[in-house]
Structure formats: C-alpha cells, structure tokens
C-alpha cells in the first residue's frame, strides 16, 4: 500500500476484533484490519467518531455515585432503586508546579475544612474559581485532598480509536464474504457528510451501498460477479431505511431550536443534504468551564437569601449550630413542628438551588456531535432512492502512445497480439470447443462437431454444428467473433463481423464476449445472418488454471427481449413483453420464450441512447425481490399499485420525447439484455 499511495499518505491501521478465528491450527487470530490510505494526506476528512464511555469500558474510572441525598457512596454499591444517583470520579484539584502565582494560595476551606496545597503543586484554578466550584457543589471533601466530582454524564464520551472490538456480532449473511455493516458504516461516517460519493469497486452484496445510502451518501459500486450484483440490487432494493432529520428542513430547524433552546431560525429551508442532519450532542463540562461560569455565583446570592434566614430557623428551633453542610437530609419525627418546616423549606430551596446552578453549567458548556446519532423522524419510513444498474460499458478507451498513436491495433483489442499469435482468442476456442454455447433451455445448447481456426478479419473460427435431427440432419456453419479481452464489444464491431459471415455464407455468427455496449444489445440479425450474443464467463480471464473438467456456462446466450409497444388511451403507451427471443440451433429459427424466464423487465420510457434509466421496473419472477420489501414496510399496501408491479403489461406512459423507449430484460442467472425502439 505504501507503493501504491506513498508512505506519507499512511493515515491509520484499525484492528477489528472478530467473533471467532478460522482454523485451529496455531495461535487463533481473532482480529481484522481496516488499512487507511489517503490519496493526499493533507487533504484527508476525518470526522471524529465519539463513543460512549460506557460502550468502551471506560466508565469503570467513574466509581463513586453522589445520591440525591447528597450523600457519597461507591457505584459499585448502587441499587436499582437509586436511579438517579450520578456517577463520578473524584479527580484531583491541583497539577504540577508551574509557577502560575494566582494558584498558589496555600490553604483553602470547603465544608469545614482547610486543605493545604502539597508541596511542588499548583492548585487547578484560583481561589475564587475554586470557591465557586464548591458553590456548585462540584468539591468532594470527603478524602485528605479536595477532589473535583466529575460526572460520568459531563462527558460521557471518548474519541474513537483504531482498536474496534465493538463491531463483531451476528447478522444476516446473503454473501460468504459479507462484511459487517457496522464496520462499513463506522469507516464511512468517519470519513465522509452527508451529501458525499462514496466508491466501493467489490461491491460484493452490495454492504458499502447500503450503509451509504443509509446514511444519505452518494454512492457507486462495482463487481466482476452478476450473482454479487443481483445481490446486491435486491438488498439495497428491499430494504427499509430510517429518515434522518435533515438541518435544511422546518422540522430540522425546529429541532435544533429545541436542542440549543433558541428561537427557531426563521430561514428557507431547501432540504439540502449536504447540510447535514440534526445529530445528538453531548455536553462537554470540565473544572475550568465550571471555575469560570460567574452566573453560578449570581444563582448562590439570590438563593442564600432565602436560605440563610431558613438555616437561622431551623438551628434557633433546634438549638444547634449546623452550617448548610451539616443540615441533615431527614427530618425527625421528633423534631419540634417549627424546625421540620423549615428544614423543609430549606431543603426545597437547596434542591432549587442546584438544579438552577446544573442548568447555567450545563447552557455554557460546550457540546459535541454525535456524527452517528442523527434524529430520526419514526413517522417516516424510507426506501432506496432511484439508482441503476448498469452492466454494460458503451466506452471504449483505446491505449495510446507518447505521440498519442494508437499503440494496440483493433486486433489487439480481440486478443490478437502483435506477432499475429492468437492468445487470448487461442484460449477462448479451446474452451469454446468443448463447452459450446449454453442458451436459456439446455435443449437449444449448441454444441461444436468442430471447431478450426479461420483468417477472417474479424471472425477468427469457423465451428460446425448439426441442425435438426436424424434424417433431416444438416450441417451448419458458425463465424466465431471474440470480443476483447478487457473491454466492450460495439454495435460496429459486430455488423462488420456479421457483414464478414454474410459475405463469407456462415449461417450465423456467434459473437463470444465479457460485455456489450448498450448499442450493440439489440442486433440480433444482419440481413440472414442471426447473430448470437454469447456472454463468456469471467472465469475464462483466468482460464489457463481453469481445468478442462470446469466447463459450466462458459459461454451463454440470453435473446433479445420480444416485446409489443400498444397504443393506450390519451396517446399513451403500453409495453407487453412477451418473452426473451431465443435461438433455437435444432432449426435455425428464433423464437420467443415466455415470460417466465424473466425475473424483472425495466423500461426507460425516454431513451437517450446513453444511459439506461430505469423509469419502470416489474417483477415477474417468482423471486420476486420487492416481497422484502413489502414484508419490511410491513406498512399497508395498495394491492393494486403492487400487482402493475407483477406484470408483463407495462402502466401507460406518454410517448418519448427522444423518440426512442428501450426496454432491459434480466433472467433469473442475472443476464440482461436490452432491445431500443423507435416509436
Ligand atoms: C470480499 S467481496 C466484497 C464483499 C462486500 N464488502 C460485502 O459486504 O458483501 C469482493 C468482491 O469483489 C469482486 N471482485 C473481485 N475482483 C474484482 C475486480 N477486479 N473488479 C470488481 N470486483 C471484483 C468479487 O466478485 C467479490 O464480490
């Protein structure tokens, strides 16, 4: 990695822990690594992830808990009764000796004592500060050193660091090499807003899609492996997700008016994502934003007030002489009825007191975000916004020298390297010759009686095959195409094949490919010449360490979608789809295959011969992928919007602007194949 993005763009090594090892032989690793490069290390964003304290294991520190009765004990001795006790740590109130003169004062008093400061200290902050400390009721005397009570909840956060032994846990696996969403989605929200682009090249089932559009980013993912697509789009599709708050919204705008008790902002709100969303926040209290609140010494004047001549009302019934530490949490039945009343009142307004002191630290502290906790609105639910899936390049980048001379003639591009030797090609026909072309029904595979190089231009082998049976038996001539090794075969290169077959009488020519570019997915006939579209198997890119034993669909044949465009009422139309045509080799006819080969059939109803964007989408397969959904939404549905869904009869449309509708068939293999028409 370091090759790759230099050693200076390094950011960080996260070690996951992981449920269990594999194999037991040896020491059993039980943990993963996330490996952080950036492509400039200046330029990096990072947004710091805060965990609660308690969810890290590091609250143990906070061992004390200070009862409502202003009493300390140890948390450890808390019932479940005691809920509103709060946990603390006693944290000491001078540092080292650095010469700060203002913090030298040698003694201070607090609840009846004196403390000495120790010998090389300072004391944290003043004597003043320290006094208002102590009025905010935030000293422990209870030891030989003052400490600062400092609240689990003043912060109750630690930042993120890269030791995550909190990601591992069950979850649903729908791909043998899934990854834990939790750990997608902890890298994402650390380095990406709202609003963001996130690219995962191996999208595998599709988990980095499915945290990013979770979490309101943009996103764009790839796979070699249709079967890792068709995953993927299914559980991006069936899912249901949370709706965010969003900062530019009047909900959002209300909310933080809510959190930071100021007036709502009154500006116009757009719904921006990239605004961001309206997070929790944690305060962030500490001694010094404590020491230099001045307000709590204004809330302690106005309450000694009251509470001065109440403690003189209590000690004169009594007869004692309690300063307000030593005023005692219960009254005693015994106590003459003058005493318990103002016990009383003095202890409501020392509860007043604090809650009006806790109120001013906690309004002037600061607060962070958690970046990982926005608000949700549970009244919304939401599903996966619009997004294609495209499985064909139509861009082709030709390589090019240093005087940008085409350095790979066409025939390169099909495999065929500069000494004239066929490599690649030489590979794919032998594959070719003993797996044949598989097509959607087993019965129409056509298998090769032989299969002989051929010194065409673009047709590189002629196979033989036999048509129909017994008597009737004919021998059938096949051009053979290959397409490029890494790239797309174009609508031009096949007419000029298919051209070539013509001139040269094949019956057909079979073009064997990795991909075809959007054009050239609906020619499936030059003249006479039938042309067959075989997609090859991605495995045949490595297929010298295939062994010959392998021979599964290598090279499969998915027809042209057979569909009807009708006319419907206002000038509308209507697409019917009547199958998927298919070469038959027994008779050399093409034929349509029913329906139910199809698991969905998308029609983009203004077609820009670029991209294909899926306004319609039905399902006809009994895999159906939205019965996910439906389950998940669990919401009530409208039986009939859901049954246009099921059905090979497309809802009306206006007629295209463009001129041209294109309609995308894929089987249940995960094939697609696309058919444009002119209306
Ligand atoms: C480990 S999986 C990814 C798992 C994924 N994170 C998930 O949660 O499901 C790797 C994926 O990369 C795909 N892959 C392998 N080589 C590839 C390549 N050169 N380009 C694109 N995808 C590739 C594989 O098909 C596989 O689906």
Request: proline residues 2%; aromatic residues 6%; charged residues 25%.
């Given at each position: 990695m370091d090759e790759v993005?230099?050693?200076?763009?390094f950011f960080s090594l996260i070690t996951v822990r992981k449920t269990g090892g594999l194999g037991s032989a040896g020491l059993t690793g039980i943990s993963d690594f996330v490996v952080w490069y950036a492509k400039s290390i200046d330029s990096v964003k990072y947004r710091n992830l805060l965990q609660h304290k308690v969810n890290m294991g590091t609250?143990?520190?906070?061992?004390y808990a200070l009862l409502s009765s202003g009493e300390t004990i140890s948390?450890?001795?808390?019932?479940?009764?005691?809920?509103d006790a709060k946990i603390f740590q006693p944290t000491a109130v001078h540092t080292m000796f650095a010469g700060v003169q203002s913090c030298l004062y040698p003694t201070f008093q607090a609840n009846g004592k004196t403390f000495r400061l120790p010998v090389n200290r300072q004391w944290s902050t003043t004597l003043p500060n320290m006094m208002r400390v102590g009025k905010a009721g935030r000293?422990?005397?209870?030891?030989?050193t003052p400490r600062f009570i400092r609240f689990?909840?003043?912060?109750p956060v630690t930042e993120l660091n890269n030791?995550?032994?909190?990601?591992?846990g069950a979850q649903d696996v729908i791909?043998?090499?899934?990854?834990?969403p939790r750990i997608v989605q902890r890298c994402l929200l650390m380095t990406t807003d709202p609003g963001d682009l996130v690219l995962d090249?191996?999208?595998?089932?599709g988990t980095t899609a499915y945290v990013a559009e979770q979490w309101g980013r943009r996103w764009v993912t790839i796979d070699t492996s249709r079967v890792a697509l068709a995953l993927a789009r299914a559980r991006i599709m069936g899912a249901r997700y949370p709706y965010y708050l969003l900062s530019d919204s009047l909900g959002g705008q209300k909310k933080e008016a809510e959190l930071t008790r100021t007036a709502t902002s009154g500006t116009p709100t757009y719904?921006?994502?990239?605004?961001g969303f309206v997070y929790e926040r944690v305060p962030h209290i500490t001694l010094k934003s404590i020491a230099n609140n001045a307000e709590i010494d204004v809330i302690w004047e106005k309450f000694q007030e009251t509470l001065e001549p109440l403690r003189a009302r209590l000690n004169a019934a009594m007869g004692t002489h309690w300063e307000e530490w030593e005023v005692p949490r219960d009254a005693d039945e015994s106590w003459p009825q003058p005493a318990i009343d103002a016990h009383k009142q003095w202890w409501e307004q020392r509860i007043a007191r604090q809650k009006e002191i806790d109120a001013s630290i906690a309004a002037k502290a600061d607060y962070e975000f958690l970046y990982d906790k926005p608000f949700d609105d549970k009244k919304i639910v939401r599903v996966a916004g619009p997004f294609t899936v495209e499985s064909l390049s139509p861009h082709r980048t030709p390589g090019v020298g240093?005087?940008?001379?085409?350095?790979?003639?066409i025939h390169d591009a099909r495999g065929v390297h500069h000494d004239g030797r066929y490599e690649f090609g030489d590979t794919v026909l032998k594959h070719l010759e003993y797996a044949g072309v598989q097509q959607a029904?087993?019965?129409?595979k056509i298998d090769f009686t032989s299969l002989a190089p051929y010194p065409g231009e673009a047709i590189c082998a002629e196979g033989r095959y036999t048509e129909?049976?017994?008597?009737e038996a004919e021998e059938r001539r096949a051009g053979i195409f290959i397409g490029p090794e890494f790239g797309t075969v174009s609508r031009a290169d096949l007419v000029e094949a298919a051209r070539e077959a013509a001139e040269a009488a094949f019956d057909v020519l079979i073009s064997c490919a990795f991909s075809y570019d959007a054009q050239a997915s609906?020619?499936?006939?030059?003249g006479r010449v039938a042309i067959l579209k075989a997609r090859m198997n991605a495995d045949l890119h490595m297929a010298d360490d295939l062994?010959?034993?392998?021979?599964?669909?290598l090279f499969v044949v998915f027809g042209e979608p057979d569909f009807d465009v009708l006319d419907a009422d206002d000038d509308e139309l209507q697409v019917k789809i009547n199958g998927v045509d298919v070469f038959h080799p027994q008779t050399g006819e093409v034929r349509s295959d029913g329906p139910?080969?199809?698991?969905c059939w998308f029609i983009?109803?203004?077609?820009?011969?670029e991209s294909f964007f899926v306004r319609h989408a039905y399902f006809l397969g009994?895999?159906?992928?939205y019965k996910s959904l439906k389950t998940t939404l669990k919401a009530e549905i409208n039986a009939d919007a859901w049954e246009t869904l099921h059905s090979d009869t497309s809802r009306p449309f206006p007629k295209p602007e463009t001129g041209r509708i294109a309609v995308k068939v894929i089987n249940h293999l995960g094939d697609e194949v696309m058919k444009v028409f002119r209306v």
């Open positions: 993005f230099g050693e200076e763009n609250a143990s520190q906070y061992s948390a450890s001795k808390l019932t479940t009764a005691q809920s000293l422990y005397t209870g030891g030989s689990l909840d003043d912060h030791l995550w032994t909190d990601v591992m791909y043998v090499v899934q990854t834990n090249p191996t999208c595998g089932s719904g921006r994502i990239r605004q240093e005087d940008g001379e085409l350095i790979d003639g029904h087993k019965e129409d129909g049976v017994d008597d609906d020619l499936a006939k030059l062994k010959n034993t392998g021979k599964g669909n139910e080969g199809i698991a983009d109803t203004n077609y820009n011969e009994a895999n159906d992928p």
